[in-house]
């Protein structure tokens, strides 16, 4: 059973658990592919036997399916799905706790241009809801209205509902990570929709991590996040105070020493543009915004 639900979860077939060489250049490696989270997903291992790599793997894998079941908002039984549907979820898992303060910590510090409740709005704007209903949904966008504590996470307003598309996969990298660095594996990349490195470049020199209409990213080890307001005409991040896409229509790229936080400050800083955006990078020790601002048209 708990195979057939990683399968499933994942959205791969059996062809997607095979292990290859990673590139013809770095003949050491040992390259996963799959789904997280609806996003496409890598692992890559260097320096490791095959046997010990997808033994690892393996025990990444658990860790991913253990977290979409609080994190996914598919899945009707998840944490988050039941918080949302009940208002009220207790005793909630650590992890949703975690991700939770660094979220209610970015809307402090980024003066609302993060939120997690902006669900009921996401919602409106899929469905191609009308003016008046977009504003209602609009209303109910209010980080302060979120109780997070061991005992339960309230949702104080009826209808209010959360989303942590803009902070839970970066969590997922670094756990996943993390999992894979208790393995023993000293040389790590892991691509969830957000890219963490662990250890060196098995040549030697840093990770340099490709982003749209940027130079390369140097890293030697820690975590890359894009993000983007709007994609193909398509809005990918909504300013939470006004309920419109922000004016800044580029690709912001942050560098930090985890993914949850590249994740979360990049969604950020789409809305507050980067001037305004400096004192919340500054808030984070070894963040950093990667380039200019692409154009989405690069």
């Known amino acids: 059973m708990r195979r057939r639900r990683l399968l499933r979860l994942l959205g791969i077939g059996a062809a997607g658990l095979a292990f290859g060489d990673a590139a013809r250049r770095e003949p050491e490696g040992v390259r996963w592919r799959g789904a997280a989270l609806g996003a496409a997903a890598t692992i890559e291992l260097f320096g490791v036997a095959r046997d010990r790599a997808e033994s690892a793997i393996a025990a990444a894998l658990e860790e991913l399916a253990r977290l979409e079941a609080v994190f996914s908002l598919f899945d009707p039984e998840?944490?988050?799905?039941?918080?949302?549907?009940?208002?009220?979820?207790?005793?909630?898992?650590?992890?949703?706790?975690?991700?939770?303060?660094?979220?209610?910590?970015?809307?402090?510090?980024?003066?609302?241009?993060?939120?997690?409740?902006?669900?009921?709005l996401w919602l409106a704007v899929a469905r191609g809801a009308s003016r008046a209903e977009r504003r209602a949904a609009h209303r109910l966008v209010?980080?302060?209205?979120?109780?997070?504590?061991?005992?339960?996470?309230?949702?104080?307003?009826?209808?209010?509902?959360?989303?942590?598309?803009?902070?839970?996969?970066?969590?997922?990298?670094?756990?996943?990570?993390?999992?894979?660095?208790?393995?023993?594996?000293?040389?790590?990349?892991?691509?969830?929709?957000?890219?963490?490195?662990?250890?060196?470049?098995?040549?030697?020199?840093?990770?340099?991590?490709?982003?749209?209409?940027?130079?390369?990213?140097?890293?030697?080890?820690?975590?890359?996040?894009?993000?983007?307001?709007?994609?193909?005409?398509?809005?990918?991040?909504?300013?939470?105070?006004?309920?419109?896409?922000?004016?800044?229509?580029?690709?912001?790229?942050?560098?930090?020493?985890?993914?949850?936080?590249?994740d979360g400050l990049s969604t950020a800083l789409c809305v507050l543009g980067p001037e305004r955006g400096k004192a919340l990078l500054a808030a984070f020790p070894g963040a950093r915004l990667s380039g200019a601002v692409a154009s989405d048209r690069g």
């Open 78 to 120: 998840s944490a988050l799905s039941r918080l949302n549907r009940e208002r009220v979820l207790r005793r909630p898992p650590l992890e949703l706790l975690e991700v939770l303060a660094l979220a209610r910590r970015l809307a402090v510090l980024g003066e609302g241009a993060f939120d997690p409740t902006i669900q009921p």
């Open 142 to 262: 209010d980080w302060r209205a979120l109780e997070a504590s061991p005992e339960a996470v309230v949702l104080h307003r009826r209808g209010m509902a959360v989303t942590l598309d803009g902070i839970a996969q970066g969590y997922l990298t670094d756990r996943v990570a993390e999992v894979l660095r208790g393995q023993g594996i000293a040389r790590v990349l892991v691509d969830l929709g957000e890219l963490r490195v662990a250890g060196g470049h098995p040549s030697g020199r840093p990770w340099r991590i490709g982003r749209r209409g940027l130079p390369p990213v140097e890293i030697v080890g820690g975590a890359v996040a894009s993000s983007v307001a709007i994609l193909d005409g398509v809005p990918r991040i909504l300013d939470p105070r006004t309920g419109e896409p922000p004016p800044l229509r580029g690709l912001v790229t942050v560098v930090a020493p985890e993914a949850v936080v590249a």
